[in-house]
């Protein structure tokens, strides 16, 4: 039963403070970003030029003897892997390094963000399994690995900006 006097509670808290900091262990450091957008640009720059190059960049020069003196040589590229390698590594790091204000909402933003991006990636694969055949599934499949991270970080940036456009105009009423 409550006392008549019990009008508020007061928490008082000595010593040791009572904050909680939020553990991130997970996340890159904030100033990674910028190395993620250096890397995805020069991924796709990559990409791009090799798509209109006839021969390839990076070449590994396999010397094989096929008895005898006469030595075959078996070039195999690996353009499609250092390009790919790229546009992940900085994908990576441009969504999951930190904000510079690492707080709950961040974190909830980023979760709800991430949920919208596994359902649309799931959703592309899904018209791919249906819409193509042979070796066009696995291209298909292979760019569908990236559709997660896109989608995440248009989501989540896209977010932040509502957020912050938000605050912006409460702060100026």
């Known amino acids: 039963m409550s006392n008549i006097f019990d009008i508020g509670k007061a928490c008082f808290t000595f010593g040791k403070s009572n904050f ?7 996340l ?3 100033r990674w970003r910028t190395l993620g957008y250096v890397l995805f640009i020069i991924g796709i720059i990559f990409f791009i030029y090799s798509q209109q190059a006839d021969k390839e960049i990076f070449v590994w020069h396999n010397f094989r003897s096929t008895g005898g003196s006469i030595y075959n040589s078996i070039d195999e590229g690996f353009d499609n892997e250092i390009q790919l390698a790229l546009v992940t590594v900085g994908l990576l790091l441009i969504a999951f390094a930190k904000e510079k204000i690492e707080d709950e909402q961040i974190v909830q933003l980023r979760l ?3 949920q919208w991006a596994v359902y649309a990636n799931y959703a592309v694969f899904m018209v791919i399994i249906f819409a ?8 298909y499949a292979m760019f569908n690995v990236l559709t997660l991270l896109l989608v995440f970080i248009i989501r989540f940036r896209y977010t932040i900006y509502k957020l912050n456009k938000a605050g912006k105009e409460i702060d100026l009423a």
Do not use: D, N, R, V
């Open 28 to 30: 890159f450091p904030h």
């Open 132 to 139: 193509a055949y042979g070796l066009a599934f696995f291209s």
């Open 20 to 26: 909680t900091i939020m553990k991130t262990k997970l």
């Open 112 to 114: 709800e963000s991430l």
